[in-house]
């Protein structure tokens, strides 16, 4: 089975400070993913990375980076968090393809809180 | 850009009937696949089911079934005898072909009433 696994399940930070939030997957996937999860919202896209060190921004990018140095590895990195940040945030991966039918597999979530 | 509606926010239903979750989508594409995600109070999403524009049967799991009409461009989860276990937050998502980002609906709370 696919695993994706976040580095944290509860986070908590202060205003201002450079948040780092890990995410690993053990399947060989070219696809992650980043989304926010908000209620009454869905999830949103923030970033998405096809291959190492490559990059595409997604729906909500303002206040993120994101950095992926290894292929099983993509990390989402908060510059100056700030309180409209607080939010579940959603790490997956995915095989590259044409194919349509390949589904997302998802960590279990970092719920982030911004003080 | 494509577009995912899930109309119903919240939904009960009785232990061992079945429930529709209702979802429309918005796309000028012809090839695209569509997923339903379950995601239970502890957080994690689990993919459940899917359908490509292409396919011609309606797609079944168990005891999820997909009820995919494309003309009116919806594909609705029936969930049969529903399960206490089966209480949790359901995402429509889609996928265009050829793309690698899937747009998510906003999602519905189904609650399983004993």
């Known amino acids: 089975d696919v695993k994706v696994t976040q580095s944290s399940r509860y986070l908590v930070k202060r205003t201002g400070e450079k948040v780092f939030l890990e995410c690993v997957q053990d399947?060989?996937?070219?696809?992650m993913f980043w989304y926010r999860q908000d209620p009454g919202l869905g999830l949103r896209l923030i970033y998405f990375?096809?291959?190492?060190?490559?990059?595409e921004k997604g729906d909500i990018p303002e206040g993120y980076s994101v950095s992926r140095e290894k292929k099983e590895r993509f990390s989402l990195i908060l510059e100056s968090a700030s309180t409209n940040q607080t939010s579940m945030y959603l790490c997956a991966s995915s095989l590259l393809g044409q194919e349509q039918n390949q589904p997302q597999h998802f960590g279990d979530g970092t719920r982030l809180s911004i003080l | 850009a494509q577009k995912i509606t899930q109309t119903q926010p919240g939904m009960f239903v009785q232990e061992k009937e079945a429930v529709t979750l209702d979802c429309t989508y918005d796309t000028s594409d012809q090839s695209y696949g569509l997923f339903w995600y379950k995601q239970p109070s502890s957080g994690e999403m689990i993919f459940l089911i899917y359908q490509g524009s292409y396919d011609e049967q309606n797609a079944t799991e168990g005891r999820y079934s997909l009820n995919f009409q494309k003309a009116r461009k919806s594909a609705n989860l029936v969930i049969s005898a529903s399960q206490l276990g089966d209480s949790a937050m359901y995402f429509c998502a889609m996928r265009p072909g050829g793309y690698q980002k899937v747009t998510f609906g906003t999602g519905t709370k189904l609650q399983v009433i004993p």
């Open positions: 399947m060989d996937h070219e696809n």
């Open positions: 990375s096809y291959d190492v060190k490559m990059k």
